[in-house]
């Protein structure tokens, strides 16, 4: 059985920072891509990040500078370093992988950016 389950997510200050994982089981995690998306009240979810197998990564404009994808292969899980936070980050996070013919999705961990 695939399990995703994120974790690290909290209440921030704007300017704060958050380390996101992904843990994972049920997949041979060197051979997947893992993104993260955000979905915040009445938004629709978006893809904010992702990391291919062979350790390449990209950014959504809006996350670019402030937030750092990695992954750690050896521990089956990924991340998501997040510095400078903002109040428009605020949002639940989920990570996010496939293979043909199956998605998976994890519960997703709330970010709330606040004063």
């Known amino acids: 059985q695939v399990r995703l389950v994120e974790s690290g997510g909290g209440l921030v200050q704007p300017g704060g920072s958050l380390r996101l994982s992904c843990a994972t089981s049920?997949?041979?995690?060197?051979?997947?891509?893992i993104n993260w998306y955000r979905q915040a009240p009445g938004n629709q979810r978006e893809l904010v990040a992702g990391i291919t197998r062979g350790g390449n990564t990209w950014y959504a404009d809006s996350v670019k500078g402030r937030f750092t994808i990695s992954r750690d292969n050896a521990e089956n899980t990924g991340y998501l370093q997040m510095n400078s936070l903002k109040p428009e980050d605020t949002a639940v996070y989920y990570c996010?992988?496939?293979?043909?013919?199956?998605?998976?999705w994890g519960r997703g961990t709330q970010v709330t950016v606040s004063s």
């Open positions: 049920g997949i041979r995690f060197s051979f997947y891509d």
């Open positions: 996010y992988t496939r293979r043909p013919g199956y998605d998976y």
